[in-house]
Nanobody, 120 residues
Framework: QVQLAESGGGLVQPGGSLRLSCAASGTFSSIVIMRWYRQAPGNQRELVAG??????TNYADSVKGRFTISTENKNTVHLQMNNLKPEDTAVYYCNVETRRLPWSTPFASWGQGTQVTVSS
């Protein structure tokens, strides 16, 4: 079983910054990919950014140039969010795909979500 512990959400003014973190723990042999999603009220959950084990990253067009995804100690993923806008307001979820054994099919786990509110 995989547990994801998220932290770093909060209230920030437009133009401000926040850093989200997600630490994975539990039983797995490797992490395949780590992603951040977000969901605003009335909207579908959308992919914000992802990073694979080799370091390749991808971003939603709406956050390119403002958000940076990175990993630390292989089991932790960060999302540095700069120049935040009111439309970035949402619950942010960490999503991690892991392999229990090297030949296992990847299994996706979700964090509990952390609220990010951008408002003056």
């Amino acid at each position: 079983q995989v547990q994801l512990a998220e932290s770093g959400g909060g209230l920030v003014q437009p133009g401000g910054s926040l850093r989200l973190s997600c630490a994975a723990s539990g039983t797995f042999s490797s992490i395949v990919i780590m992603r951040w999603y977000r969901q605003a009220p009335g909207n579908q959950r959308e992919l914000v950014a992802g990073i694979i084990s080799g370091g390749t990253t991808n971003y939603a067009d709406s956050v390119k140039g403002r958000f940076t995804i990175s990993t630390e100690n292989k089991n932790t993923v960060h999302l540095q969010m700069n120049n935040l806008k009111p439309e970035d307001t949402a619950v942010y979820y960490c999503n991690v795909e892991t392999r229990r054994l090297p030949w296992s099919t990847p299994f996706a786990s979700w964090g509990q979500g952390t609220q990010v509110t951008v408002s003056s």
